[in-house]
């Protein structure tokens, strides 16, 4: 069975922070992990990492993949409030047709 | 540009009673399309996903069906709802073999 950790499970910061949100996962049929940002209504989407050891870099997020050690890291420098969301990584299975996702990190970033 | 849909935004219903829900997509063809379920605002749940008409594929045993009956149509139904089907259901969709896939913005459903 397909399994999908993501710790914490929440999380509250002041801003100007940097935060590390972690992945791990065991998963058949691997071929990439996505991260999304969910805030109130539907995620949205941020990375897709394919390869070990290459960082996807967007603004102050950042995130990088460990295929033999199975897990993904996602870094949030210089939070601010508007950081604040559950962020969710899911590694495709299945061929491309499906992902798995994890339980989600509650960030919250304060003032 | 593409562009997915999904109505009712919020719905409370009594248990026993059916459901459908509906999600369409604009802008391409022949999407893959998804129904998660969300409890708890946790992680998603995939419940059925859909390679093209007619063709569904059910991840998880339950009191819910889905039906596809054209391209961009898709469809979440249940003909008794059960307290458990409570939750945030959302609609996705994505193109070929990319992976990523463009959400809804979702149906809060209640059941009483």
């Known amino acids: 069975e397909d399994k999908v950790v993501q710790s914490p499970l929440s999380l509250v910061v002041h801003e100007g922070d940097t935060v590390t949100l972690n992945c791990s996962y065991e998963v058949t049929n691997f071929r990439s992990l996505l991260w999304y940002k969910q805030e109130k209504k539907a995620p949205t989407f941020l990375f897709m990492l394919?390869?070990?050891?290459i960082e996807k870099k967007s603004g102050r997020l950042s995130s990088i993949l460990d295929k033999k050690e199975l897990f993904s890291i996602l870094n949030i420098t210089a939070t601010q409030t508007g950081d604040s969301a559950i962020y969710l990584c899911a590694p495709d299975t299945g061929g491309g047709n499906k992902l798995t996702f994890g339980t989600g990190t509650q960030l919250k970033v304060e003032l | 540009s593409q562009t997915i849909h999904q109505w009712p935004a919020t719905l409370v219903q009594p248990v026993g009673s059916p459901l459908s829900l509906e999600c369409t997509v604009e802008g391409t063809s022949n999407p893959n399309l998804y129904w998660y379920r969300q409890a708890a605002g946790r992680g998603l749940q995939l419940l059925f996903y859909?390679?093209?008409?007619?063709?569904i594929s059910s991840e998880v045993p339950q009191n819910l069906s889905a039906s596809r009956p054209q391209d961009r149509q898709f469809i979440l139904s249940s003909k008794k709802l059960l307290l458990s089907d409570s939750g945030f259901y959302l609609c996705?969709?994505?193109?070929?073999?990319?992976?990523?896939?463009?959400f809804g913005p979702g149906t809060r459903l209640t059941v009483t």
């Open positions: 859909s390679v093209g008409i007619g063709q």
């Open positions: 394919t390869s070990s050891g």
């Open positions: 996705a969709w994505s193109v070929g073999n990319y992976y990523e896939q463009y």
